[in-house]
Structure formats: C-alpha cells, structure tokens
C-alpha cells in the first residue's frame, strides 16, 4: 500500500530497497523532485529532440546526495552507530551533517582546503557536523576517512557505502514513473561516479520488475581538467571551477564504465568554458539555477549535438544535481555586475533604456 502522504524515497519505493523497519528511518522528505521539460533552451540547441530536467537541486539540502543519505543513515542508525564520518566535496558534507543531525548523532567532515563552495561549507557548519578542512584534496581525504571507519566505530557515507548508491537509484524510478518509460539518453555529470552507477542500477531493477521496457544509454560527462575515467588514468592534481566533480581517482570507476558499455552510451570531457556557459545559459533561458557541476549535462549534451549524435524524437533527460545556491560565488563571476544607478526616477528610467 502506498503512503497516503509523501514521506521520503524510503517509504515510497521500498520493495526496491534494503530492508528497514520504520523506527529507524532518518528522512527529511527528499526525492520526488520535479522533472521540468524544457520550454526553451532545445530550439536554440536541437528543436528535434526532447529535453528534460531532473532538478535534484529541490532536494532537502539542495542536492542529490540526500537519497543516498537518508538509506546510509537510516542503516547506520538501525546498526546502532553514533557516529559517521565522510571525505566530501561539499554536497556529501551538507547532506551527511544533516541527516545526522535528524538522527541525533554526530557526523564528521573532511573537506579539500579552500575548494568547497560557500554554500555547502555552511550548511555543514550549520548543522554542527565537526568540520575539518584537510591540506589536500577530495581524493586524500577520502583514504583517511575509509581508514578511520575501519579502524573505529564510525559510520562512513560516502558513495563506498553501498546503502548511498540503493537510496540515490530511486531518481531513475521516479523518472521512469513519469515518463512511462525510460529516456533514450540519460545524462550526468561524473565525479565520484557513484551517481551514474546508481542511475543505471535504478533503470535495470525497473525494468526487470516490469515497470518499464526499455533502458537508456547512460552518457557522463567529467570537467577536462579532472577527467580520469576518459583519459583511463588517475589524474594526480585534479582541477576545474566545478570542485562538485573536482576527483581523480573516482570510488565508483569501474561501475562507471559497466554502466557506459552495457547501455552503449559514453564519458566524454568538457571544458570549464563550455560548462560555465551552459549553466548561464540554463539560467538565463530555462529559469533553472543549478551549480556549475550540474551544468556540464547540458554542456555535454550541446557538444554532442554538435556532432550530429541525435536523431528526431530522442528523449534526454539530464540530472540537475544541486542547487545554483550552493555556489553564488561563481554565478556572480559568470553575470555582469549590477549596474549603480543615482537615486532619482530619471536615471532609473535612462538605465531601463524607457527614455
Ligand atoms: C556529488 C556531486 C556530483 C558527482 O556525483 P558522483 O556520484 O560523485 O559522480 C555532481 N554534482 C553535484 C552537484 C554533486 O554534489
């Protein structure tokens, strides 16, 4: 029987998820974000193709690391941890000092000095997770966060966790519940590619259940400058604006790839450039603000279109995986600045260009 009021992926697709009695499900409603079809932006790319958006960025903490974060947490909890802990570059952390939070535990972050967006570091702040700032990057921070999890009794949530990748596979469901079917092309941006693996995993379970026929080609797109999957070899110093998906060497690689050759679809690699203008040019056209590292989707999907890779009628669908919020810093760098204006009625009305 389903639930009479929305409370959460957990509640609403069970039957598709490790098993969890209901004292202990730690949950703040996420999922069940809106899939927006694009008015716009597809006449100016592709007026032939159909493109939709998940907007992940309507989840509780604002990405979509919360449906990984409720199952993690909700197991921790059942398993009777106190604590958890998690390397992050930013979102993993917000999500994770807050459904910690809710649970009434405590949660320790570990965060790539200097490279995390402002929003992201206060919400953890925020939500008293003890934040430590490490004098490295994502991927050091990640190996001295597995180690302390082995070592003590502290929950770890990062992607690893495999109850983060069941809870994060429940974006697929909803698309498919909505669609009626899965899309031709999915696409993601890729990180840690825990992501595109869960996505992937999402579709398979449905479609062997019954609930759709088809399965869509998975295409993921990573930032050039910290490309491992495309260039098939750790990148030591990983670097891009979008520090969402700023990883060398991903937890999920190897998934990754299985989801890319299964489906037939790919990962390529995008330039800071090319993604910077498809997140202006999603705001400024679709009225959707995402950060920089969801943007590179319609990035990708611009550059591919350019080669001629779509055919009439292909339905896309592409993750908007967290809030433009998150990031002001950057979207004030890519707009043009407000412009001073004297305060009187004539000046106003000369800037407006009404007179
Ligand atoms: C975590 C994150 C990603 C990357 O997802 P992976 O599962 O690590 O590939 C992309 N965008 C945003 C906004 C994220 O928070």
Redesign the pocket.
Known sequence: MQPRKYEGIIKKYREFLPEIDDEFIISINEGNTPLIKSRNVYKIINPDIEIYFKYEGLNPTG???DRGMTMAVSKAVADGSKAIICAS????SAAAAAYAARAGIKSFVLIPEGKIAMGKLSQALMHGSVVMQIQGNFDDALIIAKEISEEFEVTLVN?VNPYRIEGQKTASFEIADELGKAPDYHI?????????TAYWNGYKEYKQAGKIQNLPKMLGFQAAGAAPIVLNHIVKEPHTIAT??R?GN?A?WQKAVKAKEESGGLIEAVTDEDLLSAYALLARTEGIFC?P??AITLAGLIQLNKRGFFKKGDVCVLTL??HGLKDPQNAIKVSSEPIVVPCDKKSVLKTMELI
Do not use: D, Q, R
């Not at 570059?89 to 993993?92: D, F, L, R, S």
């Not at 993601?188 to 595109?196: D, H, K, Q, S």
């Open positions: 990405s979509f690391k570059t930013g979102n993993t992607s993601l941006p890729v990180g840690n590619a825990g992501n595109i969402a998906i990883i991903p999920s950060e590292a969801s995986t967290g």
